[in-house]
């Protein structure tokens, strides 16, 4: 066992986070923590690595292990070069490699012993520099750089100059160049591409190795990870499998927590009805089977319901208008900045219904073709051309349609006077914005909560055609759903950036790939993307036609496109029930034999009720004849009343026990 963690707790002023947690990490299997926003997924990683002391529990590592540790705020050292920062990781190395030179210069001037000395440690040295990799640590070295999305010519560019992302990726490249026993990331896939996270998933997958994630990245759990973690309501589950496997089986178990729970709910309130009954009676004995029935329900471990996501969070999108068919016409779209070009002569459409995804590495001009298209960027040339009755909503990454000084609930409520208080809290809950936080001043917000608030404001629009930039970034897994069950029942046309690839393999119908010479149209989600992807290119690049005009349809025959009238749909058939003519009148018989029984039973326990009843009022009867003071001289009368009442009584006895039984 390569970590153990027991029973951890950490509680905050504002509450417990984590409350015994407990799980473990074997030698090489690749472990993800999920969670929602605020579960205490960073929390718990800090507790691992010892940045922050628990309040409750232990965790513990295998003796002699390593672990590397790359937090979301990674640090590096400013002063050098990528290059050099990553080569720091091969001081040992390099200082064997500088010693290994040192011996061979001496042994060019030297002879006899000292020679034969010199040869036996050299020969050490060299062995040992073998066996830690000192011939391939360059190759190694620039592998991960090249993976990560670094250019050659970026090689020497001082650390200081990197952006926050980048300075991100340099220390995720150092970490895994050190090859610890146990990688631990927090949320790594934030600033890579498209083909650094295939990268990345590949080498995790291959590596030697543990792994355990952070992440919300729901197509890179389910390349790498081997077993969950969720973090809920401060409780730890542990599932295995990959994502897919863990919502699956989370189902599941809602499913049967929510059976179990209303099972229990209704038993204890049919025992609260017979104890409620049994004490209506009013007798010794049936007082005591109440009070005992009551002794037992108090015993009862009650389960708590399981909670399940408001209803009210689902997101609903109706264009105010319907648009034509022809949304977006683009011709011969150019655009660089100085030097750097980003894409020439792009050409394509866009019809009505559509969700466009735009995939391409860092730098190919993605958000500069949205902005163009919102005309927040001129292009150097060409023209773009929106359909009759198309109204836009933009979602940016910087988000200039919010007001700082207002707070949350104002930013909604006066954009959409007409919505309710608890419509404008239901959409902000689903945006992870609850309680008191919609009280916030804007200005406060962090980014990725300036981020979740303008998509809450797109979402409630009445656009016809969304362009939306990065919409699933800072937010959670259950948000992202939410999101993209939204986009999936909208009647209106969708083009987004995006570089999650389980929203877009959701949400996508069809895959513009943004080239430097231009796009690549595919017409389907993100798994009928990558089974072409190579075939596509390759056709492409020997064509010499990359720049295509997609036009939509299923039977496009653009040479840069792919799809036909089966790319990306689901084939459907009839299923038929394997149950034969025989078995199903069987079935049925049984049904209706139970069905008799049970109204035998509720016939049973109605006649048990009427004949208490009858027994209760004779009772009543023979106890007003026994006080009636005109028979008090009677006392053979008296007595055959006594027998009676005995008989009675001990009759009704008899029912009480029958209906409790009947009653169960």
Known sequence: MLLSCQNIKVEFVTGVV?????????????????????????????????????????????????????????????????????????????????????????????TGDELDTLMEKYQALSHSFKLLGGETYISELTGVLNGLGFTESEYDKKISTLSGGQKTRVALGKMLLASPDLIILDEPTNHLDLNSINWLENYLKNYKGAVLIVSHDRYFLDKIATKIIELENSKCSVYSGNYSDYAMKKEQRRIAEL????????????????????????????????????????????????????????????????????????????????????????????????????????????????????????????SFTLGTNVEIGYYDQEHHVLHPEKNLYEEISDEYPYLTITEIRNTLAAFLFTGDDVFKLVGSLSGGERGRLSLAKLMLSDCNFLVLDEPTNHLDIRSKEILETAINSYEGTVLYVSHDRYFINKTATRILELTGKGFVNFIGNYDYYLEKHEDVIAAANASGVINTMGSGNLGSTNSGSVGGDNAGSNVSGKVTNGDSPSSSALDWKAQKALAAEQKKKENALKKCEEAIAAAEAKLADLDAQLSDTSNGNNVALLQELARDREAVSSELDKLYEEWEVLAE
Request: glycine share 6%; net charge negative.
């Open 18 to 110: 984590l409350d015994s947690v407990s799980f473990h990490i074997e030698r090489n299997e690749k472990a993800a923590i999920v969670g929602i926003n605020g579960a205490g997924k960073t929390t718990l990683l800090r507790a691992i690595v010892g940045d922050l002391e628990p309040d409750e529990g232990i965790v513990s590592f295998e003796k002699d292990s390593t672990y590397g540790y790359l937090a979301q705020d990674a640090a590096v050292n400013t002063e050098n070069t990528i290059y050099e920062e990553l080569l720091e990781v091969k001081s040992d190395i390099i200082n064997m490699e500088n010693r290994l030179r040192e011996f061979e210069d001496k042994m060019s001037s030297v």
């Open 259 to 382: 059976h179990a729970y209303l099972n229990q709910q209704r038993d204890i309130k049919h025992q609260e009805a017979v104890i409620e009954k049994l004490k209506s009676f009013n007798r010794e004995k049936s007082i005591k089977r109440a009070e005992s029935r009551e002794k037992m329900l108090s015993k009862v471990d009650r389960l708590e319901k399981p909670a399940t996501v408001n209803a009210d969070m689902k997101l609903v999108l109706t264009p105010h208008c319907q648009s034509g068919n022809d949304v977006l016409k683009v011709e011969n779209l150019s655009k660089s900045f100085g030097d750097n070009h980003l894409f020439s002569n792009v050409n394509f459409e866009i019809k009505r219904g559509e969700h466009v995804a735009i995939l391409g590495n860092n730098g190919t001009g993605k958000t500069t073709l949205l902005k163009i298209l919102n005309e927040l960027e001129t292009a150097d040339s060409g």
